[in-house]
């Protein structure tokens, strides 16, 4: 365990957070990490405790309490205390492929799950992996590691994000030739194009992806799967297919209006931010641009805040972000007890700027648009909204919300984006390979499986589990990659 009296002996420290006036002017990541020896402290609050939550990932109450890759969190936090970096590493990339990417991105399952929440606040687990991953990198700990022997086995995985990159690494590592195929110009799926830049600076990806280069995964971008290659190509072609193209199927709002001009999906707006930051840093304007345009975000997650961010750093004149549900409570309640997951507010990072920019949180609870009205050009210029309600179905008895009569106000909008989730894989991907759907149009496997209907096609990542987290993401790639492995040799050590 970390220090007998380290919880008691220090708080809780994260990373110094560049104030949001002065971050808002730039696209970089704006977190400063402890120094190590006040990182090797946080370390020392962990008391590895006799159940430890932290790395169970498990499901309590219909959610994710601790991490889902099980990293031996206790153990990670022991060896950071200690200032044994090499060892932290080694034991960390056991049981995880990227920490590089889930340190900067992850909700932070394994600290919502800490018993430090008890009666303070939980190890800066985050924190400490980010500094474990970053000093190996920093140390040249991070190396090819290319297989000695090739099974003589090919795989294509079709999709570049978390799922598809964690499937690639391991099946490559086993020996087998993995070709990984995105219908972008650029690797990394959601991470590349889905975060914006200040939560995850795409060298981070570029990095890791030349890494996997060198050990031996072949890289196709540019090639949409379904499109410019046929399904009976590919499997013609490959001992195995792994679909890894997420839950791709954005979640529209029907209301008068919606063909208006300027209003867009989230994806497709961030990608386009990101893209031409990459490209030209903006110097091309071939992104959606916010400057000087009242914005309305539709949807009130993770997503949606990341567009509450980006449009304040491109000039939005205004933002306001509508939720349907009412606001969650500040604290936990008796009906919430840990190691559920928290259902509580929580204020981001893009958040936190529209109050520093405009005085006010940007989020009206229980509010939804009715009506998108247009100007004499067909662009977007005002919305209708209606306050919501929770009220019981006398018929199901579930809780719906429904609108208030007499509630409706009209806002500026000349910029509205859609961040309501997701529904699913997209059709043609799945026409093309034949595979079955689950009612919410995921590729259907068997539980706890991972290959489809169809022998010798496997899946993992949203277009198997529906939208999520990259830690569950990664989580899947390795179980493919182990089911694949087993269907190739009969057996798998993966």
Not at 473 to 491: F, N, P, T
Request: proline fraction near 5%.
């Amino acid at each position: 365990m970390g220090k007998p009296t380290g919880f008691l002996e220090y708080k809780r420290e994260t990373a110094k957070v560049e104030a949001p006036k002065d971050r808002i002017k730039h696209f970089n990541e704006f977190r400063t990490p402890l120094k190590k020896e006040e990182q090797q402290k946080q370390g020392a609050r962990c008391m590895e405790c006799g159940v430890p939550f932290c790395q169970a990932g498990t499901m309590i109450a219909g959610m994710a309490s601790g991490c889902p890759l099980h990293n031996l969190v206790p153990e990670l936090n022991d060896l950071v205390y200690h200032g044994n970096w090499e060892q932290a590493y080694t034991r960390l990339t056991k049981t995880h492929c990227f920490p590089e990417f889930t340190c900067r991105v992850c909700p932070a399952l394994c600290e919502a799950a800490c018993t430090c929440n008890l009666d303070s606040q939980p190890v800066s687990t985050k924190e400490n992996e980010r500094a474990i991953i970053e000093t190996a990198y920093a140390n040249g700990w991070v190396t090819p590691r290319i297989p000695k022997v090739r099974t003589g086995k090919k795989v294509a995985v079709v999709g570049s994000g978390p799922s598809g990159l964690a499937t690639a690494m391991q099946l490559n590592r086993r020996g087998h030739q993995v070709t990984v195929f995105e219908r972008k110009d650029r690797i990394g799926g959601l991470l590349r194009y889905g975060i914006p830049n200040m939560k995850l600076d795409k060298s981070v990806i570029d990095r890791r992806i030349k890494l996997m280069e060198e050990e031996g995964v072949v890289f196709k971008t540019g090639v949409d799967v379904g499109k410019d290659i046929t399904a009976k190509e590919l499997q013609k072609d490959f001992d195995r297919i792994v679909l890894c193209c997420g839950a791709s199927n954005p979640r529209d709002i029907k209301v008068p209006g919606r063909e208006a001009n300027n209003i867009f999906f989230a994806v497709d707006y961030l990608s386009s931010i990101t893209k031409s930051l990459l490209d030209s840093n903006f110097k091309d304007k071939n992104f959606v641009s916010a400057k000087g345009k009242h914005v309305v975000v539709i949807g009130g997650g993770d997503t949606g805040n990341d567009c509450v961010g980006t449009a304040i750093r491109l000039g939005a004149k205004s933002v306001t972000q509508l939720e349907m549900m009412p606001k969650a409570p500040d604290e936990r309640t008796e009906m919430n007890p840990w190691p559920e997951w928290p259902r509580i507010c929580k204020t981001d990072y893009g958040q936190e700027e529209a109050i520093a920019v405009f005085g006010h949180d940007p989020r009206i609870y229980q509010t939804t648009v009715t009506e998108f009205i247009k100007d004499d050009k067909g662009n977007v210029q005002k919305a209708k909204l209606v306050k919501l309600e929770p009220k019981k179905d006398e018929k199901t008895g579930r809780m719906n919300m429904v609108p208030v009569e007499g509630s409706e106000t009209i806002i500026e909008a000349q910029l509205v984006l859609i961040a309501a989730g997701f529904l699913g894989s997209q059709k043609y991907v799945t026409d093309a390979f034949k595979v079955d759907l689950t009612p919410r149009t995921n590729v259907a496997t068997k539980p706890d499986q991972y290959e489809t209907s169809v022998p010798g096609v496997f899946t993992a990542g949203d277009m198997h589990r529906g939208q999520s987290l990259v830690v569950w993401a990664i989580r899947e790639g390795r179980k493919a990659a182990e089911a694949v492995d087993a269907s190739l040799m009969g057996y798998s050590n993966l």
